[in-house]
């Protein structure tokens, strides 16, 4: 109302005043910022008319008026028009009146004028009105007439919910009440909001992938039905998730800050575009809550604001350190992110968690008894013969085959295998997409230092597809949709001993991160070095099992016991494959030595610990902010590109509101 109330009263100002902001400033930009403003780069002399102090007015006005295309001002060369009479004589009764600069007037507390006088004073209503009645006077015009109160009616629900009214028969400002308490209120306010938030539930560039941004949405249509203060509406979205002990709505207030456009498509640069999206918060900032267009400072000085190139990486600090990549997921939402339930699903999950922590004590509780009863059962088990079934999509003993060498492994048969032999299956089996756990586990006694072992993939090194293989006798997985940039291949760390039998195995648990892939060789978990890292596809593909092929590579040595999951086995169920005793021993007396409470216990633990997770997996997310253990280093970027990098800079607000720098930290 403040800034409505300025500006009516600029416009009823005497026509023979003259202000800097209103009608000099617009002429010194247009004509004369170019080569006499904030922009240093582009500076042709050390004159600044930006500032004051700096101009000499007889001189301005000579060179504004000269004849001679060489002096006059602005130079014919730089395609500007000469000033026009008007704007000769605006400047002229600027100089002689002082000369007097004024700050923009966005950077201007606003200042409540005084009411002018009018003539009609029946008319006015509130303060506004003096300012509308004045100008209407000033134009020779009257006020139409009030409208009829059906009108009005419509006018105003149309105006403040979106929606024709419904036949009232209440007083005028009941009804508008009626309207302001309603839910539609609500929405019709967060459009305006969702727009300058950049929302959408998809992801805007290409193939426009979808996301789920629908809470944040939520939250915002509440935030107006609530009424919430709007330093804490602010607050909140720019930086909840700093503030002490945040709550669920205070993170999922930042998705504000995650709904720009984000590009999955192949062969982009991945700085590149994460770059841009810090650019873009940056820019929506400034455009939102600082009512300016800082863009132009992304690659030199602004030439009309006083916003200098360094100003708007600064503000660009604040948001450098989200952990993200330019390269996104294109089939959800992409991290960080959160479960973000609604309130009867908040409920439910409660219910479900506490089940689960029940279950837990009773398990808990039943330990010191399976630890008394284990020792006794396993004296009786000379001939055990157990080993992990659950999940287990195929299982190849590998016994005496045609065309293939028969020899004795550690577990039952096995077979030699060459660059001229190896078997064929059901790629059913093997079919694993980004998101689905899996294990691959066989007996080996390799000759050779690069072979696969398992595969279900397409032949040829580069090929899509899940393999396990001997790689410079290291043992390397591979879980590839397109070998540039879709995928992740992790090694272990030694390498494995040639023309030796050992066990290995690799589990992977289905979060699309390389940290979730385990190897154990002979039963014990193996350092590993992940080499790429960016399973965010799905891999779908027709292809076989393949036992001793894949990745255009074949074994050379025994194979035995060849065993595919579609879950990760535990460490101990990895034990036990390798012949592990105790491991076997553990597991399988609690599938077949068990005492009733114990077998009852475990099963409920599992069902209610499978119902928690499936219910989880219904639960909506909404990407949000967050920050990096450790700020990444931002610099002034030349010319706005993400690969020249300048001066670094700290995190602070641009100079001109004067509030000082803050660490990354405190966006608050």
Same mark, same amino acid.
């Given at each position: 109302?403040?800034?409505?109330?300025?500006?009516?009263? +600029?416009?009823?100002?005497?026509?023979?005043?003259?202000? !800097?902001?209103?009608?000099?400033?617009?002429?010194?930009?247009?004509?004369?910022?170019?080569?006499?403003?904030?922009?240093?780069?582009?500076?042709? &002399?050390?004159?600044?008319?930006?500032?004051?102090?700096?101009?000499?007015?007889?001189?301005?006005?000579?060179?504004?008026?000269?004849?001679?295309?060489?002096?006059?001002?602005?130079?014919?060369? +730089?395609?500007?028009? =000469?000033?026009?009479?008007?704007?000769?004589?605006?400047?002229? $009764?600027?100089?002689?009146?002082?000369? $007097?600069?004024?700050?923009?007037?966005?950077?201007?507390?606003?200042?409540?004028?005084?009411?002018?006088?009018?003539?009609?004073?029946?008319?006015?209503? @509130?303060?506004?009105?003096?300012?509308?009645?004045?100008?209407?006077?000033?134009?020779?015009?009257?006020?139409?007439?009030?409208?009829?109160?059906?009108?009005?009616?419509?006018?105003?629900?149309?105006?403040?919910?979106?929606?024709?009214?419904?036949?009232?028969?209440?007083?005028?400002?009941?009804?508008?009440?009626?309207?302001?308490?309603?839910?539609?209120?609500?929405?019709?306010?967060?459009?305006?909001?969702?727009?300058? +938030?950049?929302?959408?539930?998809?992801?805007?560039?290409?193939?426009?992938?979808?996301?789920?941004?629908?809470?944040?949405?939520?939250?915002?249509?509440?935030?107006?039905?609530?009424?919430?203060?709007?330093?804490?509406?602010?607050?909140?979205?720019?930086?909840?998730?700093?503030?002490?002990?945040?709550?669920?709505?205070?993170?999922?207030?930042?998705?504000?800050?995650?709904?720009? $456009?984000?590009?999955?498509?192949?062969?982009?640069? *991945?700085?590149?575009?994460?770059?841009?999206?810090?650019?873009?918060?940056?820019?929506?900032?400034?455009?939102?809550?600082?009512?300016?267009?800082?863009?132009?400072?992304?690659?030199?000085?602004?030439?009309?604001?006083?916003?200098?190139?360094? *100003?708007?990486?600064?503000?660009?600090?604040? !948001?450098?350190?989200? =952990?993200?990549?330019?390269?996104?997921? @294109?089939?959800?939402?992409?991290?960080?992110?959160?479960?973000?339930?609604?309130?009867?699903?908040?409920?439910?999950?409660?219910?479900?968690?506490?089940?689960?922590?029940?279950?837990?004590?009773?398990?808990?509780?039943?330990?010191?008894?399976?630890?008394?009863?284990?020792?006794?059962?396993?004296? @009786?088990?000379?001939?055990? *013969?157990?080993?992990?079934?659950?999940?287990?999509?195929?299982?190849?003993?590998?016994?005496?085959?045609?065309?293939?060498?028969?020899?004795?492994?550690? @577990?039952?048969?096995?077979?030699?295998?060459?660059?001229?032999?190896?078997?064929?299956?059901?790629?059913?089996?093997?079919?694993?997409?980004?998101?689905? =756990?899996?294990?691959?586990?066989?007996?080996?006694?390799?000759?050779?230092?690069?072979?696969?072992?398992? &595969?279900?993939?397409?032949?040829?090194?580069?090929?899509?597809?899940?393999?396990?293989?001997?790689?410079?006798?290291?043992?390397?997985?591979?879980?590839?949709?397109?070998?540039? *940039?879709?995928?992740?291949?992790?090694?272990?760390?030694?390498?494995?001993?040639?023309?030796?039998?050992?066990?290995?195995?690799?589990?992977?648990?289905?979060?699309?991160?390389?940290?979730?892939?385990?190897?154990?060789?002979?039963?014990?978990?193996?350092?590993?070095?992940?080499?790429?890292?960016?399973?965010?596809?799905?891999?779908?593909?027709?292809?076989?099992?393949?036992?001793?092929?894949?990745?255009?590579?074949?074994?050379?040595?025994?194979?035995?016991?060849?065993?595919?999951?579609?879950?990760?086995?535990?460490?101990?169920?990895?034990?036990?494959?390798?012949?592990?005793?105790?491991?076997?021993?553990?597991?399988?007396?609690?599938?077949?030595?068990?005492?009733?409470?114990?077998?009852?216990?475990?099963?409920?633990?599992?069902?209610?610990?499978?119902?928690?997770?499936?219910?989880?997996?219904?639960?909506?997310?909404?990407?949000?902010?967050?920050?990096?253990?450790?700020?990444?280093?931002?610099?002034?970027?030349?010319?706005?590109?993400?690969?020249?990098?300048?001066?670094?800079?700290?995190?602070?607000?641009?100079?001109?509101?004067?509030?000082? $720098?803050?660490?990354?930290?405190?966006?608050?």
């Amino acid at each position: 109302m403040i800034a409505l109330l300025f500006i009516l009263s +600029a416009l009823t100002a005497s026509a023979q005043s003259v202000s !800097f902001n209103q009608h000099v400033r617009p002429i010194l930009s247009d004509k004369c910022y170019a080569c006499h403003g904030p922009d240093s780069a582009s500076a042709q &002399s050390k004159l600044r008319l930006d500032q004051p102090g700096h101009n000499r007015g007889a001189d301005i006005l000579k060179r504004v008026t000269s004849k001679s295309p060489v002096l006059r001002m602005p130079p014919q060369y +730089a395609g500007k028009d =000469p000033l026009s009479p008007a704007e000769i004589d605006t400047l002229r $009764r600027w100089i002689e009146s002082g000369a $007097r600069y004024e700050s923009h007037w966005a950077f201007s507390p606003p200042a409540r004028p005084p009411l002018p006088e009018v003539r009609d004073s029946k008319w006015v209503r @509130n303060p506004i009105d003096h300012f509308i009645l004045a100008r209407l006077e000033q134009e020779g015009l009257a006020p139409s007439p009030e409208a009829a109160p059906a009108k009005l009616r419509r006018r105003a629900a149309l105006d403040l919910t979106g929606l024709p009214p419904n036949p009232q028969s209440s007083p005028y400002e009941a009804f508008i009440d009626t309207l302001l308490a309603s839910p539609r209120h609500a929405e019709r306010m967060a459009l305006d909001w969702l727009e300058a +938030a950049r929302y959408a539930d998809t992801n805007g560039y290409q193939s426009d992938g979808v996301r789920d941004m629908w809470r944040w949405r939520d939250w915002v249509i509440q935030a107006f039905a609530s009424n919430m203060p709007f330093d804490r509406f602010t607050v909140e979205q720019i930086a909840g998730d700093l503030l002490p002990n945040p709550t669920m709505d205070q993170r999922l207030a930042t998705g504000f800050h995650r709904n720009h $456009r984000t590009s999955a498509e192949g062969g982009i640069v *991945d700085e590149e575009f994460r770059v841009e999206y810090v650019a873009d918060r940056t820019e929506t900032t400034a455009n939102v809550w600082l009512g300016l267009t800082v863009g132009c400072a992304r690659c030199h000085d602004h030439k009309y604001d006083p916003i200098p190139q360094k *100003d708007f990486y600064r503000l660009f600090a604040f !948001f450098n350190s989200v =952990p993200e990549r330019g390269f996104v997921w @294109n089939f959800g939402n992409e991290p960080p992110l959160m479960k973000a339930p609604l309130p009867d699903q908040a409920l439910r999950l409660a219910e479900l968690d506490a089940r689960v922590s029940q279950a837990q004590s009773r398990w808990n509780a039943l330990q010191a008894l399976i630890e008394q009863r284990r020792p006794q059962w396993a004296e @009786n088990q000379a001939n055990l *013969d157990w080993t992990p079934t659950e999940g287990l999509t195929a299982h190849l003993p590998l016994h005496a085959h045609q065309d293939f060498k028969s020899v004795p492994g550690p @577990n039952g048969p096995a077979l030699q295998f060459n660059s001229n032999r190896y078997l064929n299956t059901s790629g059913e089996s093997a079919r694993f997409n980004n998101q689905d =756990p899996f294990t691959f586990a066989a007996w080996i006694k390799p000759e050779t230092e690069n072979g696969a072992i398992l &595969s279900h993939s397409e032949d040829y090194f580069e090929g899509s597809g899940h393999t396990l293989y001997i790689l410079n006798g290291k043992l390397r997985l591979h879980a590839i949709f397109r070998w540039s *940039d879709l995928g992740m291949r992790i090694e272990s760390a030694e390498p494995l001993q040639q023309g030796q039998w050992q066990h290995v195995a690799a589990t992977y648990d289905g979060s699309m991160r390389a940290a979730g892939v385990r190897m154990y060789v002979n039963g014990r978990p193996v350092k590993t070095n992940i080499l790429f890292d960016y399973m965010i596809w799905p891999i779908t593909l027709k292809a076989p099992l393949r036992i001793g092929a894949g990745g255009g590579l074949r074994f050379n040595g025994a194979i035995g016991d060849a065993r595919v999951y579609n879950r990760a086995l535990s460490p101990l169920e990895a034990a036990s494959l390798a012949g592990d005793r105790d491991a076997t021993l553990r597991l399988a007396f609690l599938d077949l030595g068990a005492p009733p409470e114990v077998q009852k216990s475990r099963a409920e633990l599992k069902a209610a610990t499978t119902a928690r997770d499936q219910f989880l997996g219904t639960i909506p997310t909404s990407m949000v902010m967050a920050e990096l253990p450790e700020p990444r280093e931002t610099r002034v970027l030349l010319r706005g590109a993400y690969d020249a990098p300048g001066d670094p800079v700290s995190p602070a607000v641009p100079s001109i509101l004067q509030i000082g $720098r803050a660490s990354c930290r405190e966006r608050v």
